[in-house]
């Protein structure tokens, strides 16, 4: 996957729904020679994260602008802190402005979010994994908020990991018979994640030879056990409901892994504003 072209993707798309053939209130009003500095500013705590990408945004309508950050993707910042600061064209900053702040408010929301659950799991081992349960067209950056807030990715897509959920199982026969048909068609390079919802269903997973068993939705005491009886032999990854109260009781399980989808498919924003004054 060629994630630059994906954002390069994602930046057309937006640019075309939000400014198309130009903006008619700023063009009509503003002289193309003008020029002016735009701040933003944090308007809550949080983690910061677009930066990176929200500077590709300004790329698209100037080549020669000024751009100072204050602080970098993944940092903390508190209420009142400035965030950057772009001298550009006035135009430009106006075209700008409502996508790179979508950009930065959602990707910075995900990253603060991130950044509260791993917290919660500080010292315990567990690691914290994102989902699929992205928005349509923007996983790449809603992964790459995971990462600044302190998270992981788990799988990209569909292609890169073998994940044999209910109703692979079910067309299939049954746990042994789905991991004995992704093994006779797939590299033993591609690591496979077969998803229990009991102790037998993990046990059968075990025997088969998964890397990774989901325990899904199952209660801390079966967690617990499960954990038992894989002994290491393969990673564990605890699914379903998860939220913050129930971290670290589920973290005491010995899980490798907790996958929260909430990170990515209940985005609060981060606020943040964005105060333009002519140079």
Same mark, same amino acid.
């Given at each position: 996957?060629?994630?630059?072209?994906?954002i390069?993707?994602l930046?057309?798309?937006?640019?075309?729904?939000?400014?198309?053939?130009?903006?008619?209130?700023?063009d009509?009003i503003?002289?193309?020679?003008?020029?002016a500095?735009?701040?933003?500013?944090?308007?809550?705590?949080? @983690?910061?994260?677009?930066?990176?990408?929200i500077r590709?945004?300004?790329?698209?309508?100037?080549?020669?602008?000024g751009?100072?950050?204050?602080?970098?993707?993944?940092?903390? @910042?508190? /209420?009142?802190?400035?965030?950057?600061?772009?001298?550009?064209?006035y135009?430009?900053?106006?075209?700008?402005?409502?996508?790179?702040?979508?950009?930065?408010?959602?990707? &910075?929301?995900?990253?603060?979010?991130?950044a509260r659950?791993?917290?919660?799991?500080?010292?315990?081992?567990t690691?914290?994994?994102?989902?699929?349960?992205?928005?349509?067209?923007?996983?790449?950056?809603? /992964?790459?908020a995971v /990462?600044?807030?302190?998270?992981?990715?788990?799988?990209?897509?569909?292609?890169?990991?073998?994940?044999? /959920?209910?109703?692979?199982?079910?067309i299939?026969?049954?746990?042994?018979?789905?991991?004995?048909?992704?093994?006779?068609?797939?590299?033993?390079?591609?690591?496979?994640?077969?998803?229990?919802?009991?102790?037998?269903?993990?046990r059968?997973?075990?025997?088969?030879?998964?890397?990774?068993?989901?325990l899904?939705?199952m209660d801390n005491?079966?967690?617990?056990?499960?954990?038992?009886?894989?002994?290491?032999?393969?990673?564990?990854e605890?699914?379903?409901?998860?939220?913050?109260?129930?971290?670290?009781?589920?973290?005491?399980?010995?899980?490798?892994?907790?996958?929260?989808?909430?990170?990515?498919? &209940?985005?609060?924003?981060?606020?943040i504003?964005?105060?333009i004054?002519?140079?």
């Amino acid at each position: 996957m060629n994630t630059d072209l994906l954002i390069e993707k994602l930046i057309d798309l937006a640019i075309e729904e939000d400014v198309s053939t130009g903006d008619i209130s700023t063009d009509a009003i503003i002289p193309s020679h003008s020029r002016a500095v735009a701040v933003m500013t944090a308007k809550a705590d949080g @983690v910061i994260s677009g930066l990176s990408v929200i500077r590709r945004v300004y790329e698209r309508f100037e080549d020669d602008f000024g751009w100072e950050p204050y602080v970098k993707d993944g940092d903390r @910042v508190s /209420k009142g802190d400035r965030i950057l600061k772009i001298t550009a064209g006035y135009r430009t900053l106006l075209y700008g402005e409502r996508l790179s702040l979508n950009i930065l408010q959602r990707m &910075s929301g995900i990253a603060t979010a991130t950044a509260r659950y791993v917290a919660e799991l500080e010292g315990t081992g567990t690691v914290l994994l994102d989902t699929r349960k992205t928005a349509p067209g923007m996983r790449v950056l809603d /992964k790459m908020a995971v /990462k600044d807030g302190g998270g992981k990715n788990h799988r990209m897509g569909l292609y890169d990991m073998v994940m044999l /959920k209910d109703n692979h199982i079910k067309i299939a026969g049954g746990i042994p018979a789905a991991i004995a048909a992704v093994k006779d068609n797939l590299p033993l390079s591609v690591r496979l994640e077969v998803e229990t919802t009991c102790l037998d269903e993990v046990r059968q997973a075990l025997e088969g030879g998964a890397d990774i068993i989901m325990l899904d939705n199952m209660d801390n005491e079966t967690m617990a056990e499960a954990v038992r009886i894989i002994s290491g032999r393969a990673k564990t990854e605890a699914s379903g409901n998860m939220n913050v109260a129930r971290l670290k009781a589920v973290a005491a399980t010995g899980v490798d892994y907790i996958s929260v989808g909430a990170l990515t498919h &209940s985005v609060t924003a981060l606020d943040i504003s964005m105060n333009i004054t002519q140079e």
